[in-house]
T-cell receptor
Framework: DSGVTQTPKHLITATGQRVTLRCSPRSGDLSVYWYQQSLDQGLQFLIQ???????AKGNILERFSAQQFPDLHSELNLSSLELGDSALYFCASSEGPLLTYEQYFGPGTRLTVT | AQTVTQSQPEMSVQEAETVTLSCTYD???????LFWYKQPPSRQMILVIRQEAYKQQNATENRFSVNFQKAAKSFSLKISDSQLGDAAMYFCAYRRSANNTNAGKSTFGDGTTLTVKP
């Protein structure tokens, strides 16, 4: 158990819908990272937040957005969902970008778009 | 842009023997981090080992060690005394250092599926 929690574990929804994935980092970790793992795209970095602010951006679609709240939990919002958005979405956390780069991954949320 | 290449989609090893997984990367940066992650059937991503590019000494974690060749941009993972529990998909990853913009951005290879035969 990495200490990172993600809810829900599984999510099934229809095309065009909007969903919110939630992540709680390890106690004391200030950075949260979101990743998408799909069969055709592999594992891709989406976005990083550090202490509430966006720190780094990867291949995140405009239909996707994220935020980190004052209590440091993070949410990834996916809207206008398409079949190709079906994937395993991971959240990871680390103590901070300047202190350590060791990231601890959550168990993931499996999103199925039908 | 950085790229990470794992040229072996699948590898197999006999229990108790040694196997090496290959990884090459492309970057113009001099300061960065490299990682190997393990993803067992549970899908949990587990950090196996980390290497800082400025360190010449190869990282070692128990039965796991790396061969880091900075000039060749190669970062292979050696698993000694392979165990059945080592069976998983292994990902090589590159991460930009804090000195670069977009410092947290990571790039992953496509993964190598390791089978351990009893």
């Amino acid at each position: 158990d990495s200490g990172v929690t993600q809810t829900p574990k599984h999510l099934i929804t229809a095309t065009g819908q909007r969903v919110t994935l939630r992540c709680s980092p390890r106690s004391g970790d200030l950075s949260v990272y979101w990743y998408q793992q799909s069969l055709d795209q592999g594992l891709q970095f989406l976005i990083q937040y550090y202490n509430g602010e966006e720190r780094a951006k990867g291949n995140i679609l405009e239909r996707f957005s994220a935020q980190q709240f004052p209590d440091l939990h993070s949410e990834l919002n996916l809207s206008s969902l398409e079949l190709g958005d079906s994937a395993l979405y991971f959240c990871a956390s680390s103590e901070g970008p300047l202190l350590t780069y060791e990231q601890y991954f959550g168990p993931g949320t499996r999103l199925t778009v039908t | 842009a950085q790229t990470v290449t794992q040229s072996q989609p699948e590898m197999s090893v006999q229990e108790a023997e040694t196997v090496t997984l290959s990884c090459t990367y492309d970057t113009s940066e001099s300061d960065y981090y490299l990682f190997w992650y393990k993803q067992p059937p549970s899908r949990q991503m587990i950090l196996v080992i980390r290497q800082e590019a400025y360190k010449q000494q190869n990282a070692t974690e128990n039965r796991f060690s790396v061969n880091f060749q900075k000039a060749a941009k190669s970062f292979s993972l050696k698993i000694s005394d392979s165990q059945l529990g080592d069976a998983a998909m292994y990902f090589c990853a590159y991460r930009r250092s804090a000195n670069n913009t977009n410092a947290g951005k990571s790039t992953f290879g496509d993964g190598t599926t390791l089978t351990v035969k009893p």
